[in-house]
């Protein structure tokens, strides 16, 4: 499972995200970037982003 989310979102906080991937016991990713709005992230940090889905995806 692969979760991301920005810390800077305004509509739904970063920490329910958290929260998820805190119970989630399967193999998974955690990003939690400082900047991005709601479903934006990849707006304003798109390399950081394709390189950490890329990642995720050759991974499992």
Request: glycine share 4%; aromatic share 12%.
């Amino acid at each position: 499972m692969c979760f991301i989310h920005s810390k800077q979102d305004k509509v739904v906080s970063y920490k329910h995200t958290q929260d998820l991937a805190d119970v989630y016991r399967g193999p998974k990713t955690v990003w939690l970037p400082e900047s991005g709005d709601h479903a934006a992230i990849w707006d304003v940090r798109r390399a950081q982003y394709e390189k950490r889905v890329a990642d995720f995806l050759s991974s499992t």
